[in-house]
């Protein structure tokens, strides 16, 4: 039972070069959503999903693109990346978004450090 | 918009002792949930303890528990025998039942020392 899996856990780009932060899950979730995790601010939610097809903005979307073609995969793109954009990066998911018995899954992180 | 403070940005505590982090809240809903993740150096997030607003009494998970306020907006978190290995970064976070979005507070780095 993998969960949800990150690619890569490191990675480092100069400034305006572009890639994508793959997110996997197996558990057949719904929801989806992508974290930043800075010093002294905690996580901030960038985009999230509630179902194949559907995205939404989170706090703070700019610089972020994502898609939901299935249900198991959110990737995160980063079209011309920039300093600002240094952080660790979490996705997570979930059955729903709330309920009294749901709990949230996360991946172990990808640390990304642009130059 | 619901906002989480933390304002611990760090605390330590003897090994066996009780130490309480602290956490208060904004939100204009009546219905939501509080939890208290745990981040330790290895970066995984584990979820330590949920609490549903509209219940009124407190969640414990073993030496985990709560202290809910709903009127003050304070969700604490009190760790009894504290271990080695609850060293970490605690985050409180909100979710409204009305969306979907977690909003995390800053975190507060706990250490125990031996």
């Known amino acids: 039972n993998a969960g949800v899996t990150q690619t890569p856990k490191f990675q480092v780009l100069k400034t305006g070069q572009s890639m994508t932060l793959q997110c996997a899950q197996d558990?057949?979730?719904?929801?989806m959503s992508w974290y930043r995790q800075d010093p002294g601010m905690g996580l901030r939610l960038i985009h999230y999903?509630?179902?194949?097809?559907?995205?939404d903005q989170g706090e703070v979307p700019n610089g972020y693109n994502v898609s939901r073609s299935t249900t198991e995969d959110f990737p995160l793109r980063l079209l011309s990346a920039a300093p600002s954009q240094t952080s660790v990066y979490f996705c997570?998911?979930?059955?729903?978004?709330?309920?009294?018995?749901?709990?949230?899954?996360f991946g172990s992180g990808t640390q990304l450090s642009v130059l | 918009a619901q906002t989480v403070t933390q304002s611990q940005p760090e605390m330590s505590v003897q090994e066996a002792e009780t130490v309480t982090l602290s956490c208060t809240y904004d939100?204009?809903?009546?219905?939501?949930?509080l939890f208290w993740y745990k981040q330790p150096p290895s970066r995984q997030m584990i979820l330590v303890i949920r609490?549903?607003?509209?219940?009124?009494q407190n969640a414990t998970e073993n030496r985990f528990s709560v202290n809910f306020q709903k009127a003050a907006k304070s969700f604490s978190l009190k760790i009894s025998d504290s271990q080695l290995g609850d060293t970490a970064m605690y985050f409180c976070?909100?979710?409204?039942?009305?969306?979907?979005?977690?909003?995390f507070g800053e975190g507060t780095q706990l250490t125990v020392n031996p």
């Open positions: 558990m057949n979730h719904e929801y």
């Open positions: 997570a998911s979930s059955y729903s978004p709330t309920g009294p018995n749901e709990k949230l899954f």
């Open positions: 976070a909100l979710e409204e039942t009305s969306g979907s979005r977690l909003t």
């Open positions: 999903s509630v179902g194949a097809g559907i995205t």
């Open positions: 609490q549903e607003a509209y219940k009124q």
């Open positions: 939100t204009s809903e009546s219905n939501y949930y």
